[in-house]
C-alpha cells in the first residue's frame, strides 16, 4: 500500500482530491458539517475494527509479509512498464493536452491543404 501511494501519479491524484476535499468544506458550511460527520464515522469504525482485527493479522503476518513482496515484486514491473505513474496528473493532463492540440492542428493542415 505505502509504495502504491508513493507513485507519482497516485500521491499526486490524492494531492488534488485532497484540495478540492478541503476547498470544498471551506465553501460550503452544510457540506462541512456532513463531512465532519462522516469524518467521525469512519475514524470510530476505523478504530473499533482495528483492536478486532489487530489479532487476525498477528496470526497471518508470514502470509501478508510475503503477498507484500509479490506484490512489491510486480509494481516494480509495472512501473517500468508504464513509465506515467512516474509523473504528476498535472504533467500527465498538460501532456495530453498537447498532444491533441497538435494532432487537431495536423488535421486542420492536412484538411486545407
Do not use: W
Amino acid at each position: 500500500v505505502n509504495q502504491v501511494a508513493n507513485l507519482t501519479l497516485v500521491s499526486s491524484a490524492c494531492d488534488m482530491v485532497s484540495t478540492a476535499y478541503a476547498s470544498t468544506k471551506e465553501s460550503h458550511p452544510y457540506i462541512r458539517s456532513v463531512c465532519d460527520a462522516a469524518e467521525k464515522g469512519v475514524k470510530s469504525v476505523t478504530e473499533a475494527t482495528a483492536s478486532c482485527v489487530q489479532p487476525i493479522l498477528t496470526t497471518l503476518e508470514p502470509h501478508v509479509a510475503a503477498a507484500s513482496e509479490y506484490a512489491s515484486k510486480g509494481l516494480d514491473k509495472l512501473g517500468e512498464k508504464l513509465p506515467l505513474l512516474q509523473k504528476p496528473v498535472e504533467q500527465i493532463i498538460s501532456d495530453t493536452q498537447e498532444q491533441i492540440s497538435s494532432r487537431v492542428a495536423d488535421a486542420k493542415d492536412a484538411v486545407s491543404s
